[in-house]
């Protein structure tokens, strides 16, 4: 058996991380080296849950297993007159790491244990349908370039056409941890919103602002423009005045400053499913996982942990399979990750459209009782029972009565 995986994101290198414990032979194709990925921008900013993080047990992973990178607690409020507001702690941290360091380090670790890797940029199918020819099965988990196009997009999984949130965000000093300390959103109806989690990058504990805003809305001043570094932090610190006086009463406006010039981000994501395989050749195929398979909006800070999840996933199929790599194979393992990928999907696509009434019900019973917001943060790490929680009328009615019949230790 041989695997080729292309792309160096969480997926391609949890995968093969795992498949190297279990003695699979798999080359990781990627157009970057360790340093290649640290000096970059910023792609994204990511915050692993408690489930990642036994993944990365199980791989061997103890550089990000300090509790200096931790995120304990979550801290909601929707920016409205009368909005509500609350916190709670994860029952196991987060942790926040700058993503850039993280993936530098998995892909050094990789090659440190003798993982074959091959630095190439692959562009397009006619490049895969090449990778076909010295591999039983290739795995495509680099969603962006022009390999996407290989996997179309999936209209009965793809409500949205359009990114329907512009993103605009950076690495800043001068923002004071809220209390406790953890992660932070800001929810502007029908604007946006804002989010400012602790973050550990180079420059050690920095906080991450990111802006989502419906494009059109108030907060596109910092979305739909480029802005040179220091007239982008003043825009931001505006915005941040008029529409989150809280996360405003934590900066220090004269050290209020992007970590470095290049610790920017702007764009736009618009949510996807593709088809998860593609035939390259008459007998050799491509499966897709990552952001090549799904694209889902940050909002819910979800997509990195699913990128690990299925990674694992797919490990277990291949390893568990004794036969071809055939369109039958990548139909069956598709169709299973598909099982874990959609409470995902269907979770972030709500919550990034218009707020059903039931949203506004489960927030305000958050806000009013203190066993509400904690089991509301705990599936956090669970899709699966996020979903149930808030797919439907009766299943936020059955959550709220669930948490409320919790005994309170206060």
Known sequence: MSIGIVG??????????????????????????????????????????????????????????????????????????????FRAELPHPASSVDFRMYLAALLQEYQRRGGDTVRRQITDRAGLARLAEAHDLVVVAAGRGG?????????????????????????????RPPEPPGMTMHMLPGAGEIHAPTYHSFAGQVTAVLVEAVPGGPLSAVTDHDHDPGRFTKELLHLIAAHAPALHARID???????????????????????????LTDDRYALAIGDAWITNDPLTAQGANLGSRLAFHLADALRAHGGAYDEAFCRTVSDQMWAAARPVVDWTNQFIGPPPERMGTLLTAAAADQRVADAFVARLDDPAAMWRAVGSEQGTEEFIAQAQSVRSTV
Do not use: K
Request: glycine fraction near 10%; avoid cysteine; proline fraction near 9%.
């Open 253 to 279: 406006e004269r050290e209020f400053a992007l970590t470095r010039p290049a610790d920017m981000l702007r764009g736009a994501v618009p949510p996807m499913v593709r088809h998860g395989w593609a035939r």
């Open 8 to 85: 160096t994101g969480i997926s391609g290198l949890h995968l093969a991380l795992r498949l190297r414990q279990f003695g699979i032979d798999a080359t990781l194709y990627t157009a970057q080296d360790p340093d290649g990925i640290r000096s970059g921008p910023p792609l994204n900013f990511v915050t692993r849950f408690h489930s990642t993080r036994e993944r990365e047990q199980a791989l061997g992973l103890t550089e990000w297993a300090s509790d200096a990178y931790d995120n304990a607690w979550m801290h909601l409020s929707v920016e409205a007159p009368g909005g509500p507001s």
């Open 147 to 175: 390999l996407g196009d290989t996997f179309p997009r999936d209209p009965a999984r793809s409500p949205y056409r359009e990114a329907p949130r512009h993103l605009a965000g950076g690495l800043f000093h001068g923002v």
